[in-house]
């Protein structure tokens, strides 16, 4: 937990008035909206977009002002966590669920900014599996059509009921083991109908923070 929260409460340190910021989904994320409430308490003036509905709703608890996404056209900063970040910055998300909101915001924000722990820093992607959000129509076949592509794919669970995604769809997890070219992999999955939307974040990174179990952090470069 302290690792996380200190990757968080650096990356914070890069928002400032008058920004639209972009709130991540999942428990590094929560640092990032946690600290930013705290500085908006403090006077900060920022206006906010969530990346799922439990990212709303802490924001809202926190006083954060989020304001619609009809009247933004771009998104100053985001600060979101990952599952897994390589070498090249690419990254595997949606370990939470929120992947297609996340990459909505993401692929509007001007800068990203990834807060993990050290524990996702890897050589290659592939050992977290790849989440991949499907629509509940025919979702025997897409499956079978994402298992083509040389995964083991899993239906999430919840309460032993498939998991429903803030959109209403399905979350498949594909475990390749190892994903040698993300770019190919993520062209490939969303080319299949059925699939809204995969987990690989293809150069979208501007930033990646990491927390160490000591407590330091460091800026990747
Ligand atoms: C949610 C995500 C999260 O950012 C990812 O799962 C990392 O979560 P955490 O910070 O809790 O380890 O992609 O969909």
Same mark, same amino acid.
């Not at 009809?70 to 998104?75: F, G, K, L, Q, R």
């Not at 050290?118 to 592939?126: A, H, I, P, Y």
């Not at 390749?176 to 040698?180: D, E, K």
């Given at each position: 937990m302290e690792a996380k929260k200190a990757a968080a409460e650096l990356a914070i340190m890069d928002v400032h008035d008058g920004m639209i910021v972009g709130l991540g989904t999942g428990s590094t994320a929560y640092w990032a909206i946690q600290g930013l409430g705290l500085r908006v308490q403090n006077g900060l003036n920022i206006q906010a977009v969530a990346t799922s509905v439990a990212s709303e709703n802490l924001a809202k608890e926190l006083g954060i002002p989020l304001i619609p996404f009809?009247?933004?056209?771009?998104?100053d900063i985001t600060i979101d966590g990952a599952d897994e970040v390589d070498a090249d910055w690419h990254l595997t998300k949606g370990g939470g669920g929120a992947l297609l909101r996340e990459k909505i915001v993401a692929f509007s924000s001007k800068k990203l900014i990834v807060v993990v722990d050290?524990?996702? &820093? #890897? *050589?290659?992607?592939?050992t977290f599996p790849l989440p991949v959000e499907i629509v509940q129509f025919g979702y025997e076949l897409t499956i079978r059509n994402l298992q083509a592509l040389g995964c083991e794919p899993q239906v999430r669970m919840a309460d032993n009921q498939p998991y429903v995604t803030d959109n209403g769809n399905y979350i498949i997890d594909c475990y390749?083991?190892?994903?040698?070219n993300p770019a190919e992999l993520h062209q490939a999955m969303n080319?299949?109908?059925? &699939? #809204? *939307?995969?987990g690989l974040f293809v150069g979208m990174a501007s930033q990646v923070i990491v927390g160490y179990r000591d407590g330091s952090v460091k800026r990747l470069v």
């Open positions: 009809a009247d933004i056209t771009e998104i050290e524990s996702k &820093v #890897v *050589e290659r992607l592939g390749f083991g190892s994903i040698p080319s299949i109908p059925g &699939v #809204v *939307e995969n």
